[in-house]
């Protein structure tokens, strides 16, 4: 007797997991990531899944090569952000944050690596905000082959 749903086939799920969406988290980290994207859709009035995760070569995934536009290097130093507080000891994809907007900016507190990933995610959204213009449907889920040289320093 086969189990409901057994031998289909789910293509998007597929593909989101290729493009590192969906991806095992902790409970920690959903409630960071949750943060960031009401954080993005805040400071865009735009859907972070389906505007962010996937655009160009570094939204949403490991990036690499050269940043398609002014969004892309956004994701970019998001990135570089992350990595710099890695070599401080600290867990960016795994910590868990809470923020304020007070006087319509965002506040952010509580331990260090929760504040670090926080302004973190705050620098890519109020960039995110900032470069809006360049946005372009074009590097919608960009597929990463095409995503060649070398990485930009941070």
């Given at each position: 007797c086969k189990g409901r749903g057994e031998g289909k086939v789910?293509?998007?799920?597929?593909?989101?997991?290729?493009?590192?969406?969906?991806?095992?988290?902790?409970?920690?980290?959903?409630?960071?990531?949750?943060?960031?994207?009401?954080?993005?859709?805040?400071?865009?009035?735009?859907?972070?899944?389906?505007?962010y995760y996937g655009y160009g070569c570094y939204c949403g995934s490991d990036g690499r090569g050269e940043p398609k536009d002014a969004t892309d290097w956004c994701c970019h130093a998001h990135d570089c952000c992350y990595n710099k507080?890695?070599?401080?000891?600290?867990?960016p994809k795994l910590e868990s944050y809470s923020y304020s907007i007070q006087s319509g900016n965002i506040a952010c507190g509580k331990t260090v690596c929760q504040k670090w990933t926080c302004e973190c995610d705050k620098a890519a959204a109020m960039c995110f905000q900032r470069t809006a213009h360049t946005f372009r449907r074009k590097y919608l889920y960009y597929p990463n082959i095409l995503c060649k040289g070398p990485s930009p320093a941070c």
């Open positions: 789910f293509t998007l799920p597929l593909a989101l997991l290729h493009r590192g969406l969906l991806q095992y988290k902790s409970p920690r980290s959903r409630e960071g990531l949750l943060e960031f994207r009401k954080m993005i859709n805040q400071a865009t009035r735009k859907s972070a899944i389906l505007s507080m890695l070599a401080r000891g600290c867990e």
